[in-house]
């Protein structure tokens, strides 16, 4: 795979990034070359901004080819998440209308925690190449290896209290496994509350930080990391027999840029029917695609504690509810859950 | 308004014992009644509480949304202290992680917007911050227990 060339963006948005937008956007909506004339005259600046702006694009990944008599071509774009790249043809209200691409970070979480505080408005976006420090639950690291994977966490300001909350971390794994089969025809199943698995082999992993008081949420940021194009050699050792990608599991190299457009429409259409509607379309779909209901399970919580029972359904705030061997039901919020074998 | 009566006041403590309510305030017509139950006991009942970290066991009942009970945080204006409540169901930690060491103990002094502990539902971490400047008199929840919807977690003194 050729490894990109890219540039960072940021919020809120330099004037070269308003200024590469607009021109990406004027070069597809021509379809045909444009000269630097008419590009400056529309956008208000100088020649010189608009060559500048130009080598800014192509030492982003873009080919654009100039000549002195007819002007600029756009003749590819690269499969890079630049906040216009997810934002164009985007059929979305809110979410990825706004956004910030980096190609390194420490954690996109962090980052987009960072923006919360800067008012960044609902539906943000930000994504990085490479997370440094990928972040899963209780300290866990998250393996986010170079440009193979969708690395990116949401800005979210649910007007919701902070008790229907718990139902988004099922809302964002049902919405990947949609985007996935949108996007490839694989069909993904949620292991509860949302770890997404391709062939018993987890895929996407999605860690969401709420910032709320009693009664009022003031952000909610929803990170995701997707495994793409990874093959067996990108994961460590430890992770061969228990991670895939879509890659492994297609047969084939898959573009980010549409996937992560899919991942938005899909979350924003749960969101908005959640709010509008109640949580019951939500809970129809996540049973749906929860394979371990009826299973023998056993329940790893926090201190090493066991649970040791069978996974009956879904409660109405997104809880797994679990009968033991004594026929107690259990209601659990957390922990690590795995379908054993009925002898275990 | 109704002033309480006795008998009523006796009634009222019973059934508070029953609930997750630590504190209750009443005031009608210069008649003030607080209601508080004894913090340390609060705190024994959750260690003695059995080992089921993150499953809380529930009779099917509890599955359905809760009624809204009086979540904010209760100030008593005599002793000048704040309670800090759980906001959502979960499991209490009082570290970021495992091997982290705990963002505030007994003592510590914090300031506003510091953070106190995580409680986590589905991989939904909520960062509890601090409301006011002061000091933690006591925590009142165990770490990696679970906590219900408005648990009192910390006794913070204004400063």
Request: aromatic content about 4%; proline content about 6%.
């Amino acid at each position: 795979m050729t490894v990109e060339k890219s540039v960072s963006t940021h919020w809120p948005p330099s004037s070269m990034d308003t200024l590469c937008s607009a021109v990406l956007n004027r070069l597809r909506q021509q379809g045909d070359a444009v000269s630097g004339e008419a590009l400056s005259l529309e956008m208000g600046v100088s020649r010189n901004s608009i060559w500048k702006c130009i080598e800014h694009l192509r030492s982003g990944g873009y080919h654009i080819a100039g000549t002195r008599r007819q002007g600029y071509l756009l003749l590819s774009a690269p499969d890079t998440p630049y906040p216009w790249e997810i934002a164009y043809n985007l059929p979305t209200q809110e979410l990825g209308r706004h956004g910030i691409y980096v190609a390194e970070t420490s954690s996109t979480n962090d980052l987009v925690r960072q923006l919360a505080r800067r008012q960044a408005p609902h539906g943000l976006v930000a994504v990085a190449d490479k997370q440094l420090n990928g972040r899963g639950r209780r300290g866990r690291t998250w393996d986010s290896a170079d440009n193979v994977g969708l690395w990116c966490s949401l800005l979210l300001r649910p007007k919701l209290p902070p008790t229907q909350l718990t139902l988004f971390p099922l809302l964002a794994g049902v919405a990947v496994i949609a985007a996935i089969t949108e996007q490839t025809g694989l069909q993904a199943v949620l292991k509860w509350p949302n770890d997404v698995l391709l062939d018993m082999r987890k895929v996407c992993g999605i860690l969401l930080e709420l910032s709320a008081e009693a009664d009022t949420v003031h952000h909610l940021v929803l990170g995701i990391g997707i495994n793409v194009n990874q093959e067996l050699r990108h994961f460590p050792d430890e992770l061969r027999s228990s991670a895939g990608s879509l890659r492994l599991a297609s047969g084939q190299m898959q573009l980010r840029v549409p996937l992560l457009q899919q991942v938005l429409v899909q979350i924003e259409r749960r969101y908005l029917q959640l709010v509008a509607a109640g949580p019951t379309a939500l809970l129809r779909e996540v049973r749906e695609h929860t394979s371990m209901i009826g299973k023998p399970v056993s329940v790893l919580a926090a201190e090493g504690a066991v649970l040791a029972g069978t996974a009956l359904d879904i409660a109405a705030d997104g809880a797994l509810l679990v009968r033991d061997d004594n026929g107690h039901i259990h209601t659990v919020y957390a922990g690590d859950v795995s379908v054993r074998s009925p002898d275990a | 308004m109704v002033i309480l009566n006795i008998r009523e006041i006796k009634e009222l403590i019973k059934a508070l014992g029953n609930t997750d309510i630590a504190e209750f305030l009443y005031e009608a017509e210069g008649t003030k009644v607080t209601i508080r139950k004894n913090a340390a006991f609060t705190a024994n009942l959750a260690a003695a509480a059995p080992v089921a970290p993150v499953v809380v066991p529930s009779a099917p009942s509890e599955v359905s949304t809760p009624n809204e009970p009086e979540v904010e945080a209760k100030v008593d204006q005599e002793d000048n202290t704040i309670t800090i409540v759980a906001p959502m169901v979960g499991t209490f930690y009082r570290a970021p992680s495992p091997d982290a060491a705990p963002y505030v103990s007994v003592g510590d002094l914090v300031d506003v917007g510091q953070p106190l502990c995580i409680i986590e539902a589905m991989k939904l971490m909520n960062e509890i911050e601090c409301e006011v400047k002061g000091r933690i008199l006591r925590i009142l929840a165990e770490n990696a227990q679970p906590v219900e919807y408005g648990q009192p977690l910390f006794v913070i003194e204004r400063l």
